[in-house]
């Protein structure tokens, strides 16, 4: 069941709800992880998520009107497209990453977690309010770096 | 158009992905918002919110089943429940701070930015890597206060 929020909110001047009203949606936010971790092309968004092509097509289209996404040819004939993140869709990695550190926490993997952050160039894995737990600073995002489970593939198939 | 996600994903060991299967929709993340700030029974969410009753009924409902909201009877003749957020609820003020922190950025609210946080005991501003302006303090989210902007009505109604 989906029900469309109200455009307007009356008694709701609330920037949650104004992101909401762009990112409210669970396939934005996994097309959006998929890009920020280098997914470009339409195969290689489709065959990660496991989405439905025509649904895909839709939701990439959005993005676009949306400034999420930049559409660049890769190819003349035929004609083909790479989706690329702009820096609007960038930024909302604090986001994914306070989403990663609440189901590590709340809904862990059976194996453990699936992503690990790491403080780059001193290998301390990263606490949800940016604490590198081996050296002890308080780091910026553009500090981190994110290290898949060895076992696992990546979330997204590259050059399918 | 709303299409429900698998509920298995091959290649998805992920915990964005877990995390959206508990709150990847927008009315819960608004629910959740307004239990943080103090909302309790249903006309305060459904005031609030503008929601139809019976998808706010339904969402009240399954949030409970999910462990991010806690039923408990305030009145027995007729019987009335409030409901409060656990504490797995309030870890994802976290998230909901980053989506407001990234509203403010992409899409400002032409008034000014509706809600501030500030370092509690210091005032100043907390940016979204949790540094203070004032004082240039590394916080904690337990450090931060939200300040609305006096013009603006709270976004749910109390009492109602």
Redesign the interface.
Same mark, same amino acid.
Do not use: N
């Given at each position: 069941?989906?029900?469309v +929020?109200?455009q307007t909110?009356?008694?709701?001047?609330? *920037?949650?709800? &104004?992101? +909401? =009203?762009?990112?409210? =949606? &669970?396939?934005t #936010? +996994?097309i959006l992880?998929d890009a920020i971790f280098g997914a470009r092309r339409f195969e290689e968004f489709q065959?990660? +998520?496991?989405?439905?092509r025509n649904?895909l097509t #839709?939701r990439l289209e959005r993005m676009c009107a949306e400034?999420l996404l930049e559409r660049r040819p890769y190819s003349e004939r035929p004609a083909r497209f790479e989706y690329h993140p702009t820096a609007?869709a960038r930024?909302?990695g604090?986001? %994914?990453?306070? %989403?990663?550190?609440?189901?590590? @926490?709340?809904?862990? *993997?059976p194996?453990g977690?699936?992503?690990r952050a790491r403080h780059r160039g001193c290998g301390g894995e990263v606490d949800? =309010? #940016?604490a590198c737990d081996r050296c002890g600073a @308080?780091l910026?995002?553009a500090d981190l770096d994110f290290e898949r489970?060895p076992d %696992?593939?990546t *979330?997204?198939?590259r050059g399918a």
């Open positions: 069941m989906w029900v +929020l109200p909110y009356p008694t709701q001047d609330c *920037s949650i709800a &104004r992101a +909401l =009203e762009i990112v409210g =949606e &669970r396939w #936010l +996994l992880r065959g990660g +998520l496991g989405i439905a649904v #839709l400034g609007a930024e909302l604090p986001v %994914l990453f306070q %989403l990663m550190k609440w189901g590590d @926490r709340h809904d862990p *993997s194996g977690a699936p992503m949800f =309010e #940016l @308080r910026r995002y489970r %696992l593939p *979330s997204f198939r």
